[in-house]
C-alpha cells in the first residue's frame, strides 16, 4: 500500500528546506511566485525563439535532465540567474561567484522542490496544445 | 483559502502566509482543515444518531438494556483511554493459539 513515488509526504512539505554551503532553499511562496512569473515568462519566451518545446525537456513524470538542465542555463541564463536569486534572496552579483557545481546543484534542487509548479503551470498548456 | 487558513490560526495575516509559507504548506494546511471540518461534522452526525437511538422509548428491558450497552459502547469508542487499552491489549496464549490455527499455522 506504497503511496506514489512522486507525491511528497507531510514531513517533505513541512520541513523542505536545504541546505547547499551557506545558503538554505525553499520552495517557493506564492508571494515568489509572483514575483518570479516574469522571469518563467522570459525563458518559455526563449524556448520559443529558438523552437524548442518546453515539454520536449522532461520526461513523461515530469523530471528534467542534467544536460537540459544545462541547455536552460545556456538559453535563458539571465532569467534562470534571477529566479535562483529571489529564491535565495541573495544579490545577483553573489551568485555570479559560485563554482558551475554548486551553482547547477543549488538549481536542480530549486527544479526538484517547485517541479510540481513547473509541471502543472507551464507543461499542462504546452501539452494540451494552447492557452487554456 | 488564506480567510480559511488565519481563521484557524495559521499565520499571522495574509502577507505572512504569503511570504513564509511555502505554496505546499498553505495547500497542505487547507486541505487538513478540510478534512477536519468534514471529520468534525462526521462526528457530529454520529453522537447525533447514537444520542437519537439511546433516548427513544423502550418497549422492554432487553431491548434497554440493548440500547444501554451499545451507547456505553458508543461513550468508550470516544475515550482515548479505553481504545488504546483495547489496542495494546496482550492475547492470552489460547487467543495467541487460536489465532495460529485459523492462519493453518500446525499447533501442538
Same mark, same amino acid.
Given at each position: 500500500?506504497?503511496?506514489?513515488?512522486?507525491?511528497?509526504?507531510?514531513?517533505?512539505?513541512?520541513?523542505?528546506?536545504?541546505?547547499?554551503? &551557506?545558503?538554505?532553499? $525553499?520552495?517557493? *511562496?506564492?508571494?515568489?511566485?509572483?514575483?518570479?512569473?516574469?522571469?518563467?515568462?522570459?525563458?518559455?519566451?526563449?524556448?520559443? !525563439?529558438?523552437?524548442?518545446?518546453?515539454? *520536449?525537456? /522532461? *520526461?513523461?513524470?515530469?523530471?528534467?535532465?542534467?544536460?537540459?538542465?544545462?541547455?536552460?542555463?545556456?538559453?535563458?541564463?539571465?532569467?534562470?540567474?534571477?529566479?535562483?536569486?529571489?529564491?535565495?534572496?541573495?544579490?545577483?552579483?553573489?551568485?555570479?561567484?559560485?563554482?558551475?557545481?554548486?551553482?547547477? =546543484?543549488?538549481?536542480?534542487?530549486?527544479?526538484?522542490?517547485?517541479?510540481?509548479?513547473?509541471?502543472?503551470?507551464?507543461?499542462?498548456?504546452?501539452?494540451?496544445?494552447?492557452? $487554456? | 483559502? /488564506? +480567510?480559511?487558513?488565519?481563521?484557524?490560526?495559521?499565520?499571522?495575516?495574509?502577507?505572512?502566509?504569503?511570504?513564509?509559507?511555502?505554496?505546499?504548506?498553505?495547500?497542505?494546511?487547507?486541505?487538513?482543515?478540510?478534512? $477536519?471540518?468534514?471529520?468534525?461534522?462526521? !462526528?457530529?452526525?454520529?453522537?447525533?444518531?447514537?444520542?437519537?437511538?439511546?433516548? *427513544?422509548?423502550?418497549?422492554?428491558?432487553?431491548?434497554?438494556?440493548?440500547?444501554?450497552?451499545?451507547?456505553?459502547?458508543?461513550?468508550?469508542? +470516544? &475515550?482515548?483511554?479505553?481504545?488504546?487499552?483495547?489496542?495494546?491489549?496482550? =492475547?492470552?496464549?489460547?487467543?495467541?493459539?487460536?489465532?495460529?490455527?485459523?492462519?493453518?499455522?500446525?499447533?501442538?
Amino acid at each position: 500500500m506504497g503511496k506514489k513515488d512522486n507525491k511528497k509526504e507531510d514531513e517533505e512539505i513541512l520541513f523542505p528546506e536545504v541546505k547547499v554551503k &551557506d545558503y538554505v532553499i $525553499k520552495p517557493w *511562496s506564492f508571494g515568489i511566485l509572483f514575483d518570479i512569473s516574469e522571469m518563467l515568462e522570459g525563458i518559455l519566451d526563449k524556448l520559443d !525563439e529558438k523552437n524548442i518545446k518546453l515539454d *520536449s525537456m /522532461f *520526461s513523461d513524470e515530469g523530471f528534467i535532465s542534467y544536460t537540459n538542465i544545462l541547455r536552460l542555463f545556456t538559453i535563458a541564463s539571465k532569467d534562470v540567474l534571477e529566479i535562483i536569486a529571489i529564491t535565495l534572496d541573495v544579490d545577483k552579483e553573489e551568485l555570479k561567484g559560485l563554482d558551475m557545481a554548486d551553482g547547477i =546543484k543549488i538549481a536542480t534542487i530549486i527544479y526538484k522542490q517547485n517541479s510540481e509548479m513547473f509541471v502543472k503551470n507551464f507543461m499542462a498548456p504546452q501539452k494540451s496544445g494552447g492557452k $487554456k | 483559502m /488564506f +480567510l480559511n487558513l488565519l481563521q484557524h490560526g495559521i499565520g499571522k495575516s495574509v502577507e505572512d502566509l504569503r511570504w513564509n509559507y511555502t505554496i505546499d504548506q498553505v495547500y497542505l494546511f487547507n486541505t487538513k482543515l478540510c478534512r $477536519k471540518s468534514m471529520d468534525d461534522l462526521r !462526528e457530529n452526525a454520529f453522537v447525533l444518531a447514537n444520542a437519537l437511538v439511546y433516548a *427513544s422509548p423502550s418497549y422492554d428491558e432487553a431491548a434497554g438494556r440493548k440500547k444501554q450497552k451499545s451507547w456505553n459502547e458508543f461513550i468508550n469508542s +470516544l &475515550d482515548w483511554r479505553k481504545v488504546s487499552k483495547k489496542v495494546n491489549k496482550k =492475547k492470552s496464549p489460547m487467543a495467541f493459539a487460536n489465532d495460529l490455527r485459523r492462519f493453518k499455522v500446525g499447533v501442538k
